[in-house]
């Protein structure tokens, strides 16, 4: 494999971005986040085109599907190799917000051209979906969970482990807001 650490011509540089997607998307591909995912979206979109019709439905979740397990696989792989990287804000700023809003703006795309009905209600669900599923991979995977290659665990001590980290997750705000009003109690007393 070249080094492209040095000084390059435009031809390396998409060498390089080549590498790095094969490397993350095809190698790396997460196909634990891929099955949550699909498994957690594609009723979204079932229940979003209910009252459409078979062929309504069978389109939109087909779709949804095969979209959300493919593009999941792959946000997958990117948020266990970004799960420890700092900034921190900036990591956050990736991995809930601004990756999703593009992959959410590609599978609106997808379903707009196949014609969706009730379009609008299945992403609005599906955007809330994005950003909490996000948020909880993220924590998933920096806890050691749902990752996959060398430092992954098998798909079933994941599961296991998913409901304590449910709790922790949900957990983590009243947990700081309890931490950040007991420490602003101390510094009043002192």
């Known amino acids: 494999m070249r080094d492209f650490s040095q000084k390059q011509s435009p031809s390396d540089l998409v060498a390089a971005l080549s590498c790095l997607a094969v490397q993350t998307f095809f190698y790396s591909w997460n196909w634990k986040a891929a099955l949550l995912s699909a498994s957690l979206r594609v009723p979204l979109f079932l ?11 069978s389109i939109a979740v ?5 979209y959300s397990a493919f593009i999941s696989g792959c946000f997958g792989a990117f948020v266990q190799k970004m799960r420890n990287a700092r900034p ?14 593009l992959l959410l703006w ?11 009905p009730n379009l ?17 991979n ?18 079933a001590s994941d599961l296991k482990r998913m409901p304590r980290m449910v709790f922790d997750f949900v957990a983590l705000i009243p947990r700081y807001c309890y931490r950040l009003l ?5 510094r009043l007393q002192a």
């Open 62 to 66: 087909l779709v949804e599907a095969f």
């Open 120 to 136: 609008k209600g299945g992403m609005w669900a599906a955007a809330i979906l994005c950003v909490l599923s996000s948020l909880f």
């Open 106 to 116: 590609f599978d609106y795309l997808l379903h707009l051209y196949t014609g969706m």
């Open 88 to 101: 921190l804000w900036a990591s956050a700023l990736l991995i809930v917000a601004v990756l999703p809003a």
């Open 47 to 57: 229940l979003a085109t209910l009252r459409h019709g078979l062929k309504a439905i």
């Open 182 to 186: 007991r420490s602003s109690n101390l």
């Open 138 to 155: 993220w924590y998933l995977m920096k806890h050691g969970n749902l990752l996959v290659g060398k430092s992954g665990r098998p798909f």
